[in-house]
């Protein structure tokens, strides 16, 4: 009852919300999907839940997360696909439970905060770790199936799309919480090692969306330093930049494979060859296709849980010679948002990620700014939040930086009265 009534009960159910979330990020889709319970939970668990209520309608983060949920409950109007339909509502419920945590529960610590990402950073790198290991006992092999466009798989077996993300991000955030005053000297060495274990394994792995995130991210970093003329570390990072990806290229055996295969893939699309098996080309024929469902829907989309029967039915049109079996829905989320919501959906999707640029609090840290240019990034090559691990992911960043974010801004703004 003490810990309930002094708000601890909520902050630790919470606190465990939160490395529950990490775990099964990279290990466990059990606990993906019960962190935002545990979440809901230490909401409910906060003595103050009554006047913390009116916080989470005025924290426009978590209206525009929740205003997801509630164009595809509109959506249920005119969708034809109803089993689909109630399987992404349930799916999606994680819009509303996650920022419902960070905007009801008793706010993390700043200890705990730099915990909860270090624990993130130091998780990434030891998976990381471990999957560059079991790279090196068969590098002939792994190369081997690079050529084909295959990757090699984590030792957790996560989708190698996110966990190429999840490194770049790991990198990035283990540099800014070096900086963090409440990490000592251990932990600051810790997070400087794991960054650099996130980009060596990137690397090592050629993973494709990881490295365009990192380097994407990277060229931010480096325009950034040069707007505010820090010259010396911004040409620095300009060289890595440029030389990065050359040394790479010419040292790594699995990187020029990547290169190779990638070109290989493409042309097969280019020239009207067989594209079966070629994940690339696949790709490209999707937009393609994607782009004509798009005319015929554009405003609001065929709904989207009907996104995948309007892409096959568009192939039935222009099948590219590929077998039912290789249509592949678009990669990449800004079409797919439109191919299911429309200009609606793409806007809405817009809003929530844009947003946050908007306010001088959230431009302020560095870490919002790069979370969203590298999930964007991300979302030009591959459709991530149609998938659990990708949209738990992204929920849970977007929770933790932005939604929090927002709510210790607003109070700090409010005074102390209110906290």
């Avoid at 905060?113 to 950073?121: C, E, K, Q």
């Avoid at 079991?134 to 077996?157: C, L, R, V």
């Avoid at 817009?350 to 431009?363: K, Q, S």
Wanted: charged share 10%; hydrophobic share 55%.
């Amino acid at each position: 009852m003490q810990h309930y009534l002094s708000g601890r009960l909520s902050q630790y159910l919470l606190l465990l919300a939160c490395l529950a979330g990490i775990a099964g990020l990279l290990a466990s889709r059990a606990l993906i999907a019960i962190a935002p319970i545990v979440g809901v939970v230490a909401a409910l668990a906060n003595p103050q839940l009554r006047q913390a209520i009116p916080g989470y309608f005025r924290n426009g983060a978590a209206m525009r997360a929740a205003a997801v949920v509630v164009f595809l409950l509109i959506s249920g109007f005119y969708t034809t696909e109803l089993l689909v339909w109630r399987h992404e509502l349930f799916r999606d419920l994680t819009w509303l439970a996650v920022p419902l945590a960070f905007t009801l529960a008793v706010p993390l610590t700043r200890g705990q905060r730099l915990a909860v990402g270090s624990t993130f950073v130091l998780g990434v790198a030891a998976l990381g770790l471990v999957t560059v290991v079991q790279y090196w006992q068969n590098p002939t092999s792994a190369n081997e199936d690079i050529i084909f466009g295959k990757n090699m798989p984590t030792f957790t077996h996560i989708f190698h799309i996110s966990f190429g993300v999840m490194l770049a991000l790991g990198c990035y955030w283990g540099l800014l919480l070096r900086r963090e005053a409440l990490a000592g000297r251990l932990l600051r060495g810790a997070l400087l090692a794991a960054a650099a274990t996130a980009v060596i394994t990137l690397h090592v792995l050629a993973y494709r969306t990881g490295l365009l995130v990192f380097y994407t991210a990277l060229f931010a970093v480096v325009v950034r330093l040069l707007l505010r003329r820090h010259l010396a570390l911004g040409l620095g990072l300009l060289a890595l930049l440029v030389l990065g990806p050359w040394a790479a290229h010419h040292g790594l055996k699995s990187v020029q494979q990547r290169v190779q295969a990638t070109q290989w893939d493409i042309e097969q699309f280019t020239q009207g060859h067989d594209i079966n098996e070629y994940s690339l080309s696949r790709r490209l024929a999707a937009i393609e296709t994607a782009g004509h469902v798009i005319a015929q829907h554009w405003l609001v989309g065929v709904a989207p849980a009907d996104a995948r029967a309007a892409m096959m039915n568009q192939y039935d049109w222009q099948g590219f010679g590929l077998r039912p079996e290789n249509r592949i829905e678009v990669h990449n989320q800004f079409l797919q948002a439109m191919v299911g919501g429309g200009i609606v959906g793409l806007a809405l999707l817009l809003a929530v990620m844009g947003w946050p640029l908007t306010r001088p609090w959230a431009r302020r840290q560095p870490a919002i700014g790069l979370f969203m240019l590298m999930q964007a990034t991300s979302m030009l090559v591959d459709a991530p939040l149609d998938l659990q691990l990708g949209l738990n992911l992204f929920v849970f960043g977007y929770g933790f930086l932005v939604v929090a974010g927002e709510r210790r801004a607003t109070e700090s703004l409010a005074g102390p009265e209110v906290r």
